[in-house]
């Protein structure tokens, strides 16, 4: 079992920065990948970006590709989402997740989830 709790979500204008954390606890963070994902009212969940258990592999949607960074600390069981020149597209309840898989860009791939933080983008 994993337990996950994000913070950090708020309102900023567009071309404005926020920076996402999701803390975990329970079995052993550094055995799964991690990933974040959002979900904008009326439409699907969808990946934004996931690390791999040592971070040493990073993935991206097409999306944030160049905007948004993910990183983890193993030794803190965090894992963060730096948002930078944010739109109003990336309006969404933002969600973080782990899964035992490799590379999964699915919500089905991943088995753990936090609650979400709202992030929304003035234009």
């Known amino acids: 079992q994993v337990q996950l709790v994000e913070s950090g979500g708020g309102l900023v204008q567009a071309g404005g920065s926020l920076r996402l954390s999701c803390a975990a606890s329970?079995?052993?963070?550094?055995?799964?990948?991690m990933g974040w994902f959002r979900q904008a009212p009326g439409k699907e969940r969808e990946f934004v970006a996931g690390i791999s258990r040592l971070g040493r592999s990073r993935y991206y949607a097409d999306s944030v590709k160049g905007r948004f960074t993910i990183s983890r600390d193993n030794a803190k069981n965090t894992v963060d989402l730096q948002m930078n020149t944010l739109k109003p597209e990336d309006t969404a309840l933002y969600y973080c997740?782990?899964?035992?898989?490799?590379?999964?860009?699915?919500?089905?791939?991943?088995?753990?989830w936090g609650q979400g933080t709202q992030v929304t983008v003035s234009s």
């Open positions: 997740a782990a899964t035992g898989s490799t590379y999964a860009t699915s919500p089905r791939d991943y088995g753990y």
């Open positions: 329970g079995r052993a963070f550094s055995m799964y990948d």
